[in-house]
């Protein structure tokens, strides 16, 4: 079992930038691949970026590709997101999550995901 806990949502104008962060609990950190979604009023959930478990391989949606900067420090057991020239359609709730299957590639597939943080709520106004 792994708790998560993401931090650093606000309200932030269009052209600016967030840190979000997720922090982990558990000695097991390491072994998950770690996904980040989000969720807009109105919307299904939706996939945003991940990293594997070492922190080798990254994939990312293509609406926040060349914006968005997704890296994990498993010695402090967190995973972040670096959110950069943020757009009004970038507000949601953002979601952390850490996928425990071994030997498999990073998934953009929320079903994937065994457990999830509670969220942080980004919003950029315009």
């Known amino acids: 079992q792994v708790q998560l806990v993401e931090s650093g949502g606000g309200l932030v104008q269009a052209g600016g930038s967030l840190r979000l962060s997720c922090a982990a609990s558990?000695?097991?950190?390491?072994?998950?691949?770690m996904g980040w979604f989000r969720q807009a009023p109105g919307k299904e959930r939706e996939f945003v970026t991940a990293?594997?478990?070492?922190?080798?391989?990254?994939v990312y949606a293509d609406s926040v590709k060349g914006r968005f900067t997704i890296s994990r420090d498993n010695n402090k057991n967190t995973v972040y997101l670096q959110m950069n020239n943020l757009k009004p359609e970038d507000t949601a709730v953002y979601y952390c999550?850490?996928?425990?299957?071994?030997?498999?590639?990073?998934?953009?597939?929320?079903?994937?995901?065994?457990?999830w943080g509670q969220g942080t709520q980004v919003t950029v106004s315009s």
């Open positions: 999550a850490a996928d425990r299957r071994r030997g498999v590639v990073v998934s953009k597939d929320d079903r994937s995901y065994d457990y």
């Open positions: 558990g000695r097991t950190f390491s072994n998950y691949h």
């Open positions: 990293v594997s478990s070492n922190g080798r391989s990254t």
